[in-house]
């Protein structure tokens, strides 16, 4: 099937119109579900999670795309300026998640294989959409909707830790000792200047621990509370059990509480799997060369981890764009990943050494 450029430009124009923070995904998600069967696919649905979730062909094994449809508040206006679409979300991460449509709408099928594709919600906070899709799904190989420009593959992110820190008392004056608030912000203090001890900017971003202040309140009236989370990113090989342990500690010494909100270990893919040789050539085709990039965010990658298949994060636009006011794709590049994309395809699928390793 052929999709017309301008139907894919339609796409990413209408979905990144639609303001979809995360939580508030339902506009977004149900344009994207009318919209999939018209590009190829042979249903579409919203899930009980309110990720959108489509298939096509009925083969036994699987190759899963996922991306996700949820954006961070703001942004710029949404507007076309010659080739470049300005938008919220038209790099994080509805241009590759539109690519995934277009292109994966049109592949060709081998028999054995069927074609997922999720757009999740709510990654950029707590990853419910992809949580709630780990265990119904055992795919053969993996592709994240994540920008690393078209000539990039991305292969890791770091972990992620969310530390809740609390304390409270029926109230008293300053002067009579530590107050709650004293007390939370002096341990989020340790566990900040201790982590950060302990990184090393000359290793990769991915190898680097870091910690911050993720949101904090307080009063010094009344029954007094306080309370701290951070955010602590994870390097490859930490064990996030431990990490949240050292918090405990540390909050313990000091009698204030440690609750562990969230967390995910840090993930790396095999630079050699099949869906990484498959994106290589792919991009080779269509003029570019292939770049392996490390990340020290962290995404929903790490938690399709789980499914211990051959994988990859990849997707159109400038991630240093993420989250700005300055968030914009350029569409020729939009128009390109659809054709690298397609090209990925057509090896993994068509490529018998490509099914064979997996």
């Given amino acids: 099937m052929e999709i017309p450029h301008d139907a894919a430009e339609k796409l990413i124009f209408d979905l990144v119109f ?30 009980e999670a309110g990720n959108v979730v489509a298939t096509k062909g009925n083969g036994p094994t699987e190759f899963l795309l996922l991306g996700h449809i949820d954006t961070v508040p703001g942004g710029p206006e949404v507007r076309i300026e010659g080739n470049t679409l300005w938008g919220r979300g038209s790099v994080d991460a509805r241009g590759p998640l539109c690519a995934f449509a277009v292109a994966g709408g049109a592949v060709e099928l081998p028999p054995e294989w069927r074609l997922t594709l999720v757009a999740a919600v709510r990654e950029e906070t707590d990853s419910l959409g992809a949580r709630h899709r780990i265990p119904l799904h055992t795919p053969a190989a993996c592709l994240v909707g994540e920008p690393s420009g078209t000539d990039g593959i991305t292969l890791a992110y770091r972990g992620y830790l969310q530390v809740r820190l609390t304390a409270g008392d029926t109230g008293a004056h300053r002067s009579g000792g530590t107050s709650p608030l004293t ?23 991915v190898e680097r621990t870091g910690a911050n202040v993720l949101c904090m309140s307080g009063s010094e009236e009344g029954n007094r509370t306080a309370s701290i989370d951070l955010d602590i990113r994870l390097p490859l090989g930490a064990v996030p059990d431990t990490v949240f342990d050292f918090c405990r500690a540390k909050a313990e010494a000091r009698c ?103």
């Fill in 183 to 205: 007390a939370c912000l002096r341990v989020a203090a340790d566990i900040l200047g201790e982590i950060e001890g302990q990184d090393d900017p000359a290793r990769p971003a």
């Fill in 256 to 358: 204030v509480s440690a609750t562990l909100v969230s967390s995910v270990a840090a993930h790396s893919a095999g630079r050699d799997n099949p869906v990484v040789r498959a994106l290589r050539v792919a991009i080779r085709e269509n003029g570019g060369t292939p770049r392996l990039l490390a990340k020290s965010g962290t995404a929903d990658f790490n938690y399709a981890a789980a499914w211990n298949c051959p994988m990859a994060a990849w997707g159109p636009g400038d991630s240093r764009l993420d989250h700005t006011a300055d968030e914009r794709l350029n569409l020729e590049e939009y128009a390109r990943s659809v054709r690298v994309l397609s090209g990925m395809f057509r090896v993994f699928f068509g490529n018998p050494d490509s099914r064979v390793r997996l």
């Fill in 18 to 47: 639609i303001p979809g923070p995360s939580g508030r995904e339902a506009e977004a998600s149900n344009l994207l579900a009318l919209r999939l069967p018209g590009l190829g696919w042979d249903s579409a649905e919203i899930d």
